[in-house]
């Protein structure tokens, strides 16, 4: 699986995005095969856990950090998935990282995801 993320940006305190991350699946597999989160990494900081969304979408998590404030989903018939994000705060910069994995628990922990993409760069100005 290829993953191109795109949609970050400069945004003010309290603003939106939307993140999007394509994916490219191998001849003879399914998007759907994958369980997709999201993960984001601040300057000097470790990468964390942002959402995941099961492969059929029906279990969905969130971090505390952003419960209430992004939405994930995802377009399996166009291999997408998004990451909404509502009033956004400056602590929310980071590269965001879209993710696939094979599994389906341990979705908090990096090491479950089998396919990463390059990451998009989100800054909240205060």
């Known amino acids: 699986v290829q993953l191109q993320a795109s949609g970050g940006g400069l945004v ?16 003879g597999r399914s998007f ?4 997709m989160g999201w993960f984001r990494q601040a300057p000097g900081k470790e990468r964390e856990f942002v959402s995941h969304i099961s492969r059929g979408g029906g279990n969905i998590y969130y971090a505390d950090s952003v419960r209430g404030r992004f939405t994930i989903f995802r377009d399996n018939a166009d291999k997408m998935v998004y990451l ?5 705060k400056p602590e929310d910069t980071a590269v965001y990282y879209c993710a696939a994995s094979s599994a ?10 089998n396919y990463w ?10």
């Open 12 to 27: 003010q305190r309290g603003g939106s995005l939307r993140l999007s991350c394509l994916a490219s699946v191998a001849s």
């Open 32 to 35: 759907n095969e994958y369980s």
């Open 84 to 88: 909404e994000m509502n009033f956004l």
């Open 104 to 113: 389906s628990t341990r979705y908090h922990l990096s090491g479950t995801y």
């Open 117 to 126: 993409g390059q990451g998009t760069q989100v800054t909240v100005s205060s």
